[in-house]
């Protein structure tokens, strides 16, 4: 543990006070500076606080040389913007509750925390303190059976006034993000600790709310599903009194502890075979933010704490946001187009390539080099998860984009065409739009849904236009007249088709070269290190194999291979028992390319998974990786393997073609 850590507190609000009150009792926490917008606020704050340097902006704080950690206590929509401030200064994190607006925002301040080497903790201080250890180890040592249930609430009355910052929308007010996150964080705690583990996620969440003049919660409640069929019910309020009791239920007991938040209390055993009720009090004091702040400096070193992870802060979010969707409370701020929305999570202009982290390629026929990796847009369903994933993508070099008409319904292409508004990064950007899914592959519905696809993202023109399915009922000149004359429309600049079978590449390209018309550059087809046993979706087509080598080779066709990393199957214990990943990917061959890929990731000091995407990117052709990370820690798993180069005889061992390991 450091001996002494001088604090610094970003925001004087209520919280700050407490926070700051309550430091001197610490073992290891000196407060030697507060920060404000204003002079006058900080010296204010400072006035009661012998000792302590006022600044009157926050950057001043974050610039103070003796600061060593900063306590953020602003507003919730100002946690993300200054947490990623404050760890681009060096500074370590305690961050007030929630860390995030969402779980998307929440990423991408993990992220800006573990790429500067600095500590961050959501400041659940409840989660600091000893009783809260000694209820999980009662759980988790069996003291009432197996846990079937949870009740959490927490709430207060407050007067409305929608200008508030328990009400005010632009200010994330509301009972969910609030307090409710106690709730929701306690019953993942709880739940864990009945599996054994640090905390359990929720597999379902259901909830109500009573919405105010604002549109926020002003009174939630939710029921949360868990594995091992444990159900919570959490509640929370601005405008309501309840007692904030915890209460566990199981097979054999039940456990309760009353004024929950708010220690001391003792926490109360029932057993229900003879009736006996034990008191169990052991707590050491009221001090809940002076053992806060000792557990960040018990906890520097590792970057995180047990008593609050950055995984666990991230599944609380999600949970949140689950809750939130429930309800249909969506804040303005999130909203595609808004003016909250038109810069990044850090409140600063989009940097492209920033981090230079994947390579890029010149593609003939594109005027500007082209991300060997292409994001793929299809589980992004939010603006602010879109935003989060696409603008980590691009300062981290990325610059091709994969969307496609059907994804969604459509909303897809709606959220990339407010993002690239939005941050002004459209000529930056390669994006890949397709089209003529089954059943409507043909030359009329084409056209028809590349104008709506255009519309949908802002834009006069696709870098390169895939058709997303074949027809081989429909003679294939008719196809490509229609791309050719898209193409010289300067609507698009490269075209060609996903899942078509190398007779058809074939024949169109023979046709373009009788009809003076302009030839498939691209494929989208699979191609991964494990090759497909049985189709991921009806249509799909491997380019797998030495005629497809040998045409990408000899024709100048680049491939964008999908699923280049089959899925996750090179991810030890992803796929385990997944009936899904068995299906499509699993067999006796590829299992043993797995192994040899395991092998050349300790030799190479990466993992599994990135063996099998450079083995995609190394072929001898012009090949690009397409990506469908759900999560910035996903698209960061993924770079070791954009930046290795593999030789061909690496390339052949791996996919079984010589025995001997080169």
């Known amino acids: 543990m450091t001996s002494t850590l001088r604090w610094g507190i970003l925001g004087t609000g209520k919280i700050a006070r407490k926070f700051a009150s309550e430091l001197p009792f610490s073992a290891t926490g000196r407060l030697v500076a507060v920060g404000s917008r204003t002079a006058a606020s900080a010296e204010a704050f400072a006035g009661d606080f012998?000792?302590?340097?006022?600044?009157?902006?926050?950057?001043?704080?974050?610039?103070?040389?003796?600061?060593?950690?900063?306590?953020?206590?602003?507003?919730?929509?100002q946690h993300a913007e200054w947490a990623i401030a404050a760890a681009e200064a060096g500074k370590h994190i305690l961050c007030e509750k929630p860390l995030a607006l969402n779980h998307a925002d929440a990423m991408v301040v993990v992220e800006a925390a573990r790429r500067n080497g600095v500590f961050l903790m959501e400041a659940f201080m409840y989660r600091c303190h000893p009783r809260t250890a000694r209820i999980a180890a009662l759980v988790r040592g069996g003291e009432i059976g197996r846990v079937s249930l949870i009740r959490a609430a927490f709430s207060f009355a407050s007067a409305y006034d929608p200008e508030s910052r328990v009400f005010n929308n632009a200010l994330g007010g509301g009972g969910i993000l609030d307090v409710g996150c106690y709730a929701m964080s306690i019953s993942r705690l709880i739940a864990g600790a009945a599996a054994g583990k640090t905390?359990?996620?929720?597999?379902?969440?259901?909830?109500?709310a009573i919405l105010c003049g604002t549109g926020v919660d002003a009174v939630a409640a939710a029921t949360l599903k868990f594995p091992g069929d444990i159900l919570a019910q959490v509640s929370c309020g601005v405008s309501l009194v309840q007692p904030d009791t915890l209460e566990i239920f199981g097979e054999t007991g039940a456990i309760s502890v009353a004024a929950f938040w708010r220690p001391p209390g003792p926490i109360v055993v029932t057993k229900y075979a003879d009736g006996s009720v034990t008191s169990v009090s052991d707590d050491p004091g009221t001090h809940l933010y002076a053992m806060e702040a000792d557990a960040v400096a018990r906890a520097l070193p590792a970057h995180e704490s047990p008593a609050m992870t950055w995984d666990d802060?991230?599944?609380?979010?999600?949970?949140?946001?689950?809750?939130?969707?429930?309800?249909?409370?969506?804040?303005?701020?999130?909203?595609?187009g808004s003016a909250a929305r038109g810069l990044p999570v850090s409140c600063r202009p989009l940097r492209p390539g920033r981090y230079a982290e994947i390579p890029r390629r010149e593609l003939p026929g594109l005027d500007k080099p082209v991300s060997g990796l292409f994001l793929g847009l299809d589980n992004q369903r939010t603006f602010p998860h879109l935003a989060a994933m696409a603008d980590d993508f691009l300062e981290r070099g990325g610059n091709a984009f994969d969307t496609a008409h059907i994804y969604a319904g459509g909303?897809?292409?709606?959220?990339?065409?407010?993002?690239?508004?939005?941050?002004?990064?459209?000529?930056?950007?390669?994006?890949?739009?397709?089209?003529?899914?089954?059943?409507?592959?043909?030359p009329a519905h084409l056209r028809e849904q590349f104008e709506i696809s255009l519309e949908r993202m802002?834009?006069?023109?696709?870098?390169?236009?895939?058709?997303?399915?074949d027809n081989p009922a429909i003679p294939v000149g008719e196809f490509v007249d229609v791309l050719d004359a898209l193409r010289r429309?300067?609507?698009?600049?490269?075209?060609?088709?996903?899942?078509?079978?190398?007779?058809?590449?074939?024949?169109?390209?023979?046709y373009a070269a009788r009809h003076g018309r302009e030839p498939f550059r691209v494929v989208s087809n699979n191609l991964s290190l494990a090759r497909m046993v049985d189709p991921v979706w009806p249509g799909c087509v491997s380019a797998?194999?030495?005629?497809?080598?040998?045409?990408?080779?000899?024709?100048?066709?680049?491939?964008?291979?999908?699923s280049s990393q089959a899925r996750g199957y090179f991810v030890p214990g992803l796929g385990d028992g997944d009936a899904e990943m068995t299906r499509c990917w699993d067999s006796e061959e590829n299992r043993e390319r797995r192994r040899r890929a395991t092998l050349l990731a300790e030799e190479k000091g990466v993992s599994p998974i990135n063996i099998a995407l450079a083995w995609v990117l190394s072929q001898p052709f012009q090949s690009f990786a397409l990506i469908g990370p759900r999560t910035i820690g996903e698209t960061r798993s993924s770079l070791p393997g954009a930046a290795l180069s593999l030789t061909p005889d690496e390339r052949a061992w791996l996919d079984l073609e010589i025995a001997e390991k080169p």
Request: charged fraction near 25%.
């Open 544 to 562: 797998k194999g030495p005629e497809w080598t040998a045409l990408l080779q000899n024709s100048a066709i680049a491939l964008l291979a999908w």
């Open 199 to 208: 905390f359990e996620n929720p597999t379902e969440v259901g909830g109500s």
């Open 313 to 336: 802060t991230l599944g609380n979010m999600r949970g949140l946001d689950a809750w939130r969707e429930a309800v249909n409370l969506e804040y303005e701020g999130e909203k595609p």
């Open 50 to 77: 012998p000792g302590v340097r006022a600044h009157g902006s926050y950057e001043a704080l974050l610039a103070d040389p003796e600061v060593g950690a900063v306590y953020i206590s602003t507003p919730h929509p």
């Open 411 to 442: 909303l897809m292409e709606r959220l990339f065409g407010h993002w690239h508004t939005a941050r002004g990064v459209r000529e930056e950007v390669v994006l890949v739009a397709k089209g003529a899914h089954t059943p409507f592959c043909d």
């Open 489 to 510: 429309e300067g609507r698009v600049r490269l075209y060609g088709g996903s899942n078509w079978s190398i007779e058809r590449v074939r024949e169109a390209n023979a």
């Open 458 to 469: 802002q834009t006069d023109y696709a870098d390169i236009y895939l058709m997303h399915r």
